[in-house]
């Protein structure tokens, strides 16, 4: 499934908090192997091509869903979008003890992960050029920002009266500039990379014959699209996007029909000596979540656009529950 990634909080600060979706990692190997960027024949050599674009493709995936929001303001509530930018502002204005303090997203491990997946043999050349600019920004604007954090978190500012904070806050704005520009491009072509990925996942199951992987992956689709379509508050006034997003509602809830009834069949089917189930099924979570999104969805449409946020924290969970059962 595609992540869901940044958009600019307009009108009543809507938080749909897409930088917070997550896509869906299949990290099965047979679903390494059916989820590929080209069908290349049932050659060794091809299948070993097939799953090392996989591996590739769900490395990116993992560190664009923990590198989730990066810098923008989004949130499960109105009011924690309005504090970070009622806290932007103050540092546009000069007020360098308001900055943002999670360095962690840009070292550590997802820096690394990132690098790792750079260096993998197979070809995404355009997210791997996304990447190294996320890691150029990363290394070239993360010092001055640790320092600048540091130096708050000491409250430093109370012996020089603010002159190192006042020095260090041009470097940390050009910086959020910087890593907001990289990391929305790279987050841009994961998107195309799971999109890849998703379409040839899709295409194998239904190939197989494997009901409940296809109604489910449909499903995960057609609710991704439903998230996809409003940015702001605003887009609820628009009748085209209620209706795009109203096709995409049905065409879920057929699904959902369609995954209940194959999850009956597994379920009663299942046994040690012949298992079709993973060993964590989620899929009744799966259903519940989409289901619930479903509803949420219904409310912002006809009532209140906020409730769209519940939409979006549904979706994330029905995402992290078909991760769970693919780890």
Known sequence: ?????????????????????????????????????????????????????????????????????????????????????EDEEKVKQGDFKEIKINTHLFEGSHMDELRKAVTLPASTPEADEAARAVLAAADQYLPNWKALVAYNKSKKYEDDGGEEGRRRLAEYNEGVVALRAALAAFKAEVNQLSGKLHEKTLEEAKKEGRLLEVHTLQAMGSAEKIIDTFGS???????????????????????????????????????????????????????????????????????????????????????????????
């Open 1 to 85: 499934m595609r992540n869901k990634f940044a958009v600019s909080v307009l009108a009543l600060a809507l938080g749909i908090s897409l930088a917070g979706c997550k896509k869906a990692v299949d990290a099965a190997n047979q679903a390494a192997r059916d989820a590929v960027e080209n069908v290349g024949g049932d050659s060794p050599a091809s299948d070993n091509a097939d799953e090392a674009w996989a591996e590739k493709a769900n490395l990116y995936i993992s560190v664009g869903n923990r590198l989730g929001s990066g810098l923008e303001c989004d949130g499960i509530t109105e009011a924690a979008i309005r504090w970070c930018l």
């Open 233 to 327: 508050s605003e887009d609820f006034k628009d009748a085209a996007k209620i209706e795009a997003a109203n096709k995409h509602l049905a065409e879920m809830e057929t699904a959902i029909e369609g995954m209940r009834s194959e999850h009956a069949k597994r379920k009663a089917e299942n046994t040690p000596q012949n298992r079709t189930l993973p060993m964590i099924d989620r899929y009744d979570s799966i259903i519940s979540s989409l289901v619930s999104m479903a509803g949420n969805y219904r409310t912002a449409r006809n009532n209140d656009p906020q409730e769209f946020n519940d939409a979006v924290r549904d979706y994330n969970q029905a995402v992290e529950a078909y991760n769970m059962m693919n780890r």
